[in-house]
């Protein structure tokens, strides 16, 4: 079965840039989905499609992915960023990777 | 504005049932694909079940083939998900979310805890 590999976490400092990565065997076939997901609420679509954004989600969140790796950027991170982040795939069957728990410094 | 609200968690024994519900509003209920997502308690998020609009289509994860069964009433705006059989590890909050290629809006998520 197809397996999305993600960091367990990832650190930035206010205001600088954080890139959260996703790893697939090929994912730059597939289209790439990233989810935000705050302590004690539901997930929030901020990426679809590899790199498209939801109305409502900042422009400091973009997405990329090619060859076996898609990366969620966000830049000028802010406290508020802090949060769970999930990339999905559809393969046979929907695929969510471990999730990367962010922290801003 | 879109809403997802679940219904139905609660405490259950093991081997016991629930049959959790996800009133949906705010859209054309009848033209979504729709999926329950679950999440254990401090892990990662974990698909379950994704139905086609008309439930034409259906799809299972492994980890509940044969064990839930997911429904929908397009007529009541309907969405939901039958679990028999339930066993400790499915101890989680439940989600549904709206899409097919991608989630768009998901509930709050109910609670459900598989426990003697």
């Given amino acids: 079965s197809y397996e999305l590999t993600q960091p367990l976490s990832v650190s930035v400092a206010l205001g600088q840039t954080a890139r959260i990565t996703c790893g697939g065997n090929n994912i730059g076939g597939k289209n790439v989905h990233w989810y935000q997901q705050k302590p004690g609420q539901a997930p929030v679509l901020v990426i679809y499609r590899d790199y498209n954004r939801p109305s409502g989600i900042p422009e400091r969140f973009s997405g990329s992915n090619s060859g076996n ?13 802090e949060a769970d982040y999930y990339c999905h795939v559809w393969d046979i069957h929907v695929v969510f990777g471990g999730g990367t728990k962010l922290t801003v410094l | 504005e879109v809403q997802l609200v679940e219904s139905g968690g609660g405490l259950v024994q093991p081997g016991g049932s629930l049959r959790l519900s996800c009133a949906a509003s705010g859209f054309t209920f009848s033209s979504y694909e729709m999926n329950w997502v679950r999440q254990a308690p401090g892990k990662g998020l974990e698909w379950l079940s994704h139905i086609t609009s008309a439930s034409g289509t259906i799809y299972y994860a492994d980890s509940v083939k044969g064990r839930f069964t997911i429904s929908r009433d397009n007529a009541k705006n309907s969405l939901f998900l039958q679990m028999n059989s339930l066993r400790a590890e499915d101890t989680a909050v439940y989600y549904c979310a709206r899409g097919g290629v991608y989630f768009d809006f998901w509930g709050q998520g109910t609670l459900v805890t598989v426990s003697s």
């Fill in chain 1, 69 to 81: 790796t898609a990366t969620l950027t966000i830049s000028r991170a802010q406290a508020g960023d």
